[in-house]
């Protein structure tokens, strides 16, 4: 992208270059003016971007804080080649960040393997360009390696005696299934190779070197990297000898010896597998004649299946806000309330069991013919007895009895069961209408069983193995940066749109859309999901060469300049923002607000977007940190909020962009106070193309898709120049 590129019209345009860098050289390229270019030279006369800042920094009577930084996103492919990209970047910004190239999934394949040579090759080319690198982005539940993330916290196998282990089939070749030899060996060995009285033979008339006798028996291998298997191959020949050979594929493996005999005898030989999935080559130039194969196996040892409880409702009475009403219940004026974190459960007066009630309603059906246990840590006032079953709500149809659970005055672990008979059993209760006296619970679990050789990390567990996962990440990210990257979005986009205030972290459970190819870091690590990134970032930041005082690290998320409510965003932001360093360890350094805003041709809906941006800034300056602006980008919706696409935008629109611009960027320095005044962004340098990711057939650069300044430019400019 060229900064000042075809304004003036059927000229060379090298003519065109007004104002800006001769490093682009195309003499020869000459465009047909059109008609209403004139009303667009105006944009000539305007310098590069950050002329205006390097005119305003030093001036006494400007509130520029002489540290701010002009940014703009890239893609790092496009800025390493040097050309249009490289230039325009370097010519206008003080700073830049890459859209993808910092995050997670860019850099962490489904393994695990990290590679940070994209990363080492764009900060190496920024800084040599005299610009700063801005961080995007450390921690995110978005463009994550799920796979590998999912890998860590999978359910563990159990542990039992290696004695105990069943051994479970992944590939069988059975030669007495099949009629020919179509595995793969060299033209000359082919002849040698037949299926003969169900089995695979070779004969070999001659002795020659081992590997020129060479040929598959067994190929497409359902093997993964690093696990443990075993080879069987039942072989025998017409005297002793040893088939060398590798299982994995052309690039590696992991090499076994098959020895046989004259008698058929199956071989056994273990491996960990170097490869994902392969063939079987084996070798045997040296034995003069027959082999013969009966079978090809792989398999593997694992843990027997077990009966594994799968937890469906598990109350921490500890932790219900409303004592009194503690659980779902009713009748015979009987009460469900905690008292010292126990489940107390009274019944006044003798009655029918059913009339007096307590239990949980589920979200969906149990099923049918599944038995459910249930068990319970329980005492009485006096002995006795209650009962508990299933039930469908609708007309209070029983699903399934359990049985009666015994009741004594000490404290007796009980567990019951029953099997689902009824469709829609949405219901567990308790029934003790007919127990007279309290019923004290101290722990409950409702729950099935599975049949599974492994078991659930525990939440406690994962967040450890998580919190290990984000260090490794961000030891790496910094090793790979060597203390060059100052500034960072250290969390990315943490908050919902809503739900409670403040608003809380997003979540798997909480997302309104498909979550299959997101990680909510947050729903295992909790408010440390902050936490832990930022304190990672900060050790190995100074531990690679980053002197600490340096180290800006910002929270960043977008709609904190929502009108619809109110700014609710922004203000639970700020608050979120104080509880993280309430532990007296986090510091946070900054805020950045994205700023993906449109103007509305509406003029009491534009009014409303720019009062909630003034709104904004006036919250984000009360929380006393640094202010960025991460990714600002504009489109333009019409009167009746409909986006308008670059083909149609008019000359009228893009002026009102323009003026949108200024305003933007005149707010920020107007109100944000000048220490705490970091930087801006232009996210997008040029519209966005038509079947783009983001924003499609958009008008959300400062150039056009030709590399034409827009009005928006303009505005920019106007804004930064404070005119």
């Not at 393997?113 to 995110?140: I, N, P, Q």
């Not at 602006?629 to 000359?651: H, N, P, R, S, Y």
Request: a negative charge; proline letters at 4%; hydrophobic letters at 35%.
């Amino acid at each position: 992208m060229n900064d000042y590129k075809k304004l003036i019209w059927a000229l060379p345009l090298v003519s065109a270059l007004a104002g800006c860098t001769d490093f682009i050289d195309n003499t020869d390229y000459t465009v047909d003016k059109p008609e209403n270019i004139a009303q667009y030279e105006y944009l000539n006369s305007y310098g590069t971007l950050k002329s205006y800042l390097d005119a305003n920094r030093h001036k006494s009577d400007v509130a520029i804080n002489p540290g701010f930084l002009l940014g703009t996103g890239v893609n790092a492919d496009d800025y390493l080649k040097k050309t249009d990209v490289y230039l325009l970047t370097n010519s206008n910004f003080d700073q830049v960040t890459t859209g993808n190239a910092m995050k997670y999934s860019s850099i962490v394949n489904d393994k695990g393997e990290m590679d940070f040579g994209k990363v080492r090759d764009f900060v190496s080319a920024a800084t040599e360009a005299g610009l700063e690198v801005y961080g995007h982005t450390l921690c995110w539940h978005e463009q994550q390696t799920v796979k590998w993330l999912n890998s860590l916290i999978k359910d563990k196998e159990l542990e039992v005696d290696p004695n105990e282990k069943v051994e479970k089939e992944d590939y069988v070749m059975d030669y007495s299934t099949v009629s020919s030899y179509n595995f793969w060996a060299p033209d000359e060995v082919k002849p040698n190779i037949t299926i003969n009285e169900g089995c695979f033979e070779l004969v070999n008339a001659a002795a020659t070197d081992n590997w020129k006798i060479q040929y598959h028996v067994a190929d497409g291998l359902p093997i993964e990297k690093g696990k443990s298997y075993r080879l069987k191959v039942m072989a025998r020949g017409t005297g002793e000898g040893t088939m060398e050979g590798k299982v994995g594929d052309w690039g590696g493996g992991s090499n076994v010896r098959v020895s046989f005999g004259t008698e058929w005898e199956e071989q056994v030989i273990d491996f960990t597998s170097a490869t994902d999935g392969g063939f079987v080559l084996l070798q045997s130039g040296q034995f003069v004649g027959t082999i013969q194969i009966k079978y090809v196996k792989i398999t593997h040892l694992e843990t027997p299946a077990i009966s594994i409880p799968v937890p469906m409702w598990e109350p921490d009475f500890a932790t219900v806000e409303d004592k009194d009403n503690a659980i779902m219940g009713w009748g015979n004026n009987s009460t469900r309330k905690i008292v010292n974190d126990i489940l107390e459960l009274t019944n006044p007066s003798a009655a029918n069991p059913w009339d007096a009630q307590a239990g949980k309603d589920f979200d969906k059906p149990l099923e049918v013919g599944t038995k459910y246990f249930l068990k319970v840590k329980i005492k009485g006032s006096v002995a006795g007895s209650i009962s508990a079953g299933l039930q469908n709500p609708d007309g209070y149809k029983g699903c399934g009895d359990f049985s009666a659970i015994p009741l004594t005055t000490d404290w007796e672990e009980v567990v019951v069961s029953t099997t689902c008979t009824g469709e829609n059993a949405l219901r567990f209760l308790f029934s003790y209408g007919a127990y007279v006296g309290t019923i004290y619970i101290q722990e409950l679990s409702f729950y099935y069983e599975k049949s599974a050789n492994s078991i659930p990390l525990t939440p406690e567990e994962k967040a450890e193995v998580l919190t290990n996962e984000m260090e490794r990440w961000v030891k790496g990210m910094m090793e790979a940066t060597k203390g060059s990257v100052k500034a960072w979005d250290v969390v990315n986009e943490p908050l919902s749109g809503g739900g409670g205030w403040p608003y809380p972290m997003q979540s798997a459970a909480t997302a309104s859309d498909d979550t299959s190819n997101r990680f909510y870091w947050q729903d295992y690590l909790g408010d440390n999901y902050v936490r832990v990134p930022i304190k990672f970032a900060r050790k190995y930041f100074a531990e690679n060469g980053g002197n600490p005082a340096d180290l800006k690290l910002f929270i960043n998320d977008y709609n904190l300049e929502s009108d619809w409510d109110d700014n609710g965003k922004a203000k639970s932001l700020v608050e979120w923002i104080t509880r993280w360093e309430s532990d007296g360890e986090t510091v946070i350094d900054g805020i950045g607000t994205q700023m993906h805003v449109s103007y509305y041709m509406n003029p009491e809906t534009q009014a409303s977007k720019e009062e909630h941006i003034v709104k904004m800034f006036e919250i984000l300056a009360a929380s006393g940190k640094l202010i960025r602006i991460t990714e600002l980008d504009m489109g333009i919706c019409d009167a009746e909020g409909q986006k308008i696409l670059t083909k149609d935008v008019t000359f009228e629109q893009h002026k009102a962009m323009a003026d949108f611009y200024k305003f933007i960027v005149e707010k920020y320095f107007e109100i944000i106070p000048v220490d705490q005044q970091y930087g801006i962004c232009a996210w997008a340098q040029t519209d966005s193309p038509e079947g783009s990711g983001w924003r499609p057939g958009e008008p959300i650069g400062l150039w056009d898709q030709n590399f034409n300044r827009k009005p928006a430019y303009g505005g920019f400019c106007d804004g930064l120049a404070g005119k």
